[in-house]
């Protein structure tokens, strides 16, 4: 991975390119969490503890199998569900959305608030290939970089 100014690095994800504040991590989602229905990874940089970060950058990059249709999947219950788990809260969210268009593709930009945390996210469906690109933080802490973060995010 390319180092840029400021302790950024550059990650060559799976279809994907995007800059994190440090090195980057990667797992494959397990079989066991998709039900055999779809396959994927993610590369994500925390700050703070593994086990209780104050921020997360994640790019998540998903293949559904050919019978199934990637755009038309219900984006919103999915990062609902993403941000409970991360805030470890099932309080309601506000929710703001908009479309937006990355690399030529369409997608949503999702805002999230709700249970002490706050996220952020971009999601491009490419036929089968599903991307999702989170920075999510603590509301107390103010040091997330998300406009830098998905300004560098690009399709391979």
Same mark, same amino acid.
């Given at each position: ?14 279809? !994907? ?11 494959? &989602? ?11 990874? &993610? ?13 997360? !950058? ?8 050919? !019978? ?31 479309? &937006? ?29 599903? !991307? ?25």
């Amino acid at each position: 991975d390319a180092v840029v100014a400021d302790g950024w690095q550059t990650y060559q994800g799976d279809g !994907y390119v995007v800059d994190y504040p440090g090195a980057a991590m990667y797992e494959k &989602i397990p079989d066991s969490q998709t039900y055999g229905l779809y396959s994927g990874g &993610i590369s994500y940089y925390t700050v703070g503890s593994d086990t209780n970060p104050q921020a997360v !950058y994640l790019a998540e990059h998903i293949t559904f199998p050919s !019978y199934m249709n990637a755009s038309s999947f219900d984006y919103t219950t999915f990062l609902k569900e993403m941000l409970s788990l991360y805030s470890m809260s099932s309080s309601n969210l506000a929710i703001t959305q908009h479309d &937006i268009t990355v690399d030529g593709k369409s997608g949503l930009y999702f805002s999230m608030e709700g249970g002490g945390s706050a996220a952020e996210s971009e999601v491009v469906a490419v036929g089968n290939d599903l !991307y999702l690109v989170m920075a999510a933080h603590q509301t107390s802490d103010t040091t997330l970089d998300s406009q830098r973060f998905f300004q560098s995010f690009h399709l391979r």
